[in-house]
């Protein structure tokens, strides 16, 4: 089956530690995005990568991190600068081209205790 | 920035069509999509619409766009409870591979 995946589907952390977000996919796209999602309101872009080695931050990058050492895989670390955490994460992929249509993930449901 | 508006809520009775709404500041917009969202899973792609068209039908989806309003708008035909759930309009602007999201409308199916 090609897909993407994300693991876990929930994740608790306690203030102050540093956590990172699985997101992998098969389906040989070049592009990957991270999003946060709170209740009530839209995506908002952390960070993406449109090659291997190379990211750039979105809208909302600060307190996270990213890497992108394989095609298939763009894990996110959600640090502890990041002074509000709990959120809903999705992670997408696209191949490059004209549409650049993104398809996601099922997301992983950060909580912070 | 581009800013995307939508309704929070909608609500119409199985079987009848629903409209949901979507507008959008700027005109530069390539690309425009409709993901809908089911509780606690990710966002599953619709639909999508170019710049160039005015209207795509696909099966009970129509997606109709009006660029001299910059309004986008998604219509279900025979909305069915399954159909509950929220739903996303997003926008590509130019070459870059970013989307900009609306803030969502949560569609309820009543019997």
């Known amino acids: 089956d090609g897909g993407i995946t994300q693991s876990p589907k929930y994740l608790f952390r306690k203030e102050g530690q540093n956590v990172t977000l699985s997101c992998e996919q098969n389906?040989?796209?070049?592009?990957m995005y991270w999003y946060r999602q709170d209740p009530g309101q839209g995506l908002r872009l952390i960070y993406y990568?449109?090659?291997?080695?190379?990211?750039q931050k979105g809208d909302i990058a600060e307190g996270y991190s990213v890497s992108r050492e394989k095609k298939e895989s763009f894990p996110l670390t959600v640090t502890s600068a990041q002074k509000n955490p709990t959120a809903f994460y999705l992670c997408?992929?696209?191949?490059?081209?004209?549409?650049?249509?993104?398809?996601f993930g099922p997301g992983t449901r950060l909580t912070v205790l | 920035g581009e800013d995307v508006e939508q309704s929070l809520f909608l609500s119409v009775r199985e079987g009848d069509s629903s409209v949901i709404n979507c507008t959008y500041t700027?005109?530069?917009?390539?690309?425009l999509y409709w993901y809908k969202q089911e509780p606690g899973a990710g966002l599953q792609l619709l639909t999508y619409i170019f710049s160039n068209m005015d209207m795509k039908q696909d099966q009970r989806l129509t997606v109709l766009l009006n660029k001299k309003d910059k309004h986008l708008s998604l219509r279900i035909a025979d909305t069915q409870t399954g159909d509950s759930a929220i739903y996303f309009c997003?926008?590509?602007?130019?070459?870059?591979?970013?989307?900009?999201f609306g803030t969502g409308t949560r569609l309820q199916v009543t019997l």
């Open positions: 990568s449109q090659i291997v080695n190379d990211f």
């Open positions: 700027d005109s530069s917009s390539t690309y």
């Open positions: 997408a992929s696209s191949i490059r081209g004209a549409a650049d249509t993104q398809y």
């Open positions: 389906l040989n796209h070049d592009a």
């Open positions: 997003a926008l590509k602007t130019g070459t870059a591979s970013k989307l900009t």
